[in-house]
Each structure stands twice: as C-alpha cells, then as structure tokens.
C-alpha cells in the first residue's frame, strides 16, 4: 500500500505570502501528525490530530501556522504571513491506534518551505 | 520539557566494522524511538523500546533500553553502505499517550566502502 504522501515537495515563497502544504496519510491511520525539521536538528512536534479534531496543537509556533483535517484523513497546514525563519522541511506521519496504545508514526517524505 | 541527546554527532566507518550510536534522556522514557532519515526523505522507522533492559534486532541492527530507562543505544554490526544516513532518537513525551515525539539531533553515520 502508499505511504504518507506530501505535497508539494518543494515550495519556494516570499516573505508575508501565505502557503499550504497538503498531507495524505496512510489509508485507515486514523492519527495525523505534522513536525518541523530544521537543518541540522530533529524534528519537532507542531499538532496531532485524532480523527477530525486537533487533540493536541501546543507545539504550533504562533497564531500564524494553522492545520485542518476536515474529513479524518488528508490534512493542510496552513502558514499565513510567512516569515524567514519559517524556512524548514515540515513532515508529516501518521499512524494507528491498535487497542489503546497508538503505533508507531509512519512518516512522509516532506516538504522543504523556503521563504525568500 | 524532556531532551534527547546523541552521540556521537557524526560517524565515519569501513564498511564491514561495528558501530554503536547512544541516546541519552534528561527523563525516564516512556517510550524510545529509532528512525532512519536519508537526504531528502522521511523518517524511516527502525524499532521501538518500552520496557527496561528491553533489547530488539532487526537484521543487522540491535537497539537496547537500559534499565532506569534512560538511555538507549542502537549498535550495527557488519555495517553495509545501505546503512548510510541520519539516525534519530525519539521519546514519547507525552506522558505515555505515544503521539507527541521528541527528537534528538541525529547521528549521521558514512560507510565508506
């Protein structure tokens, strides 16, 4: 079966534009995650969602990055006014829930953000 | 807030010798995590660890908790130039819900042939 795709691959913007990226999960993952990998570190948590509803959004940055999951499976991350140091690849995964215990996350190949 | 550290940060080896990455936790883990990332591309997953003194392998790979849980290390034996890559350890730091990861900064390890 597919793994976690992301789109695009490559996303080139200028500063204060507003971006989507798009991640489809694994078909029947009902967990959705997004992180952020900056150059050189590790990946770092943004938001999970469980089924529609975002659980747990606190590693969201600020008010500007916001992620939707309107129907439990594909999801957005949506960046308004970008700025600089939002410049980083943002990975997707997602994973299921086997009796009360999640699985482990299966990731995308991402997507590298550049802001001009 | 828990933080992983790696080490060593990077590594080159002859193709055919042992390696050892360690992972080391400010806290008890719930939960640790190995993945792959190669340039340009997700995260693959290599093994999970729950339980003190838990030791996992996977053809060539053996990843280890120590029993307080507060480190772990992945060791590769014969390695190959397919082992090439970044190595990451993750922590499940959300209290053992298993959704929020916590990752250290990667060991990027070269094979040369």
């Known amino acids: 079966g597919a793994g976690v795709s992301q789109t695009p691959s490559n996303k080139v913007t200028e500063k204060g534009k507003y971006v989507e990226l798009r991640c489809d999960p694994i078909?029947?993952?009902?967990?959705l995650y997004w992180y952020r990998q900056s150059l050189g570190q590790g990946p770092e948590f943004l938001i999970y969602f469980q089924g529609t509803g975002a659980a747990d959004d606190s590693g969201l940055p600020n008010d500007r990055f916001f992620a939707v999951r309107p129907e439990g499976s594909v999801s957005t991350l949506k960046i308004q006014r970008t700025e600089r140091g939002d410049s980083a690849v943002y990975l997707c995964a997602s994973s299921f829930r086997r009796g009360a215990q999640l699985t482990e996350q299966f990731f995308g190949p991402g997507t590298r953000l550049t802001v001009l | 807030s828990q933080e992983l550290e790696q080490s060593p940060q990077s590594l080159i080896v002859q193709e055919g010798k042992n390696l050892t990455i360690n992972c080391t936790s400010s806290?008890?883990?719930?939960?640790l995590y190995w993945y792959k990332q190669k340039y340009g591309e997700g995260l693959i997953f290599l093994m999970m660890l729950q339980k003190g003194g838990e030791e996992k392998s996977h053809e060539k790979i053996t990843a280890k908790l120590d029993e307080k849980k507060q480190q772990s290390s992945l060791h590769i034996t014969a390695s190959q130039p397919s082992h090439a890559g970044i190595y990451l350890c993750?922590?499940?730091?959300?209290?053992?819900?298993?959704?929020?990861?916590?990752f250290g900064k990667g060991t990027l390890l070269t094979v040369n042939p």
């Open positions: 806290k008890t883990l719930y939960g």
């Open positions: 078909s029947g993952h009902t967990a």
């Open positions: 993750g922590a499940d730091s959300s209290g053992g819900s298993n959704y929020k990861l916590t």
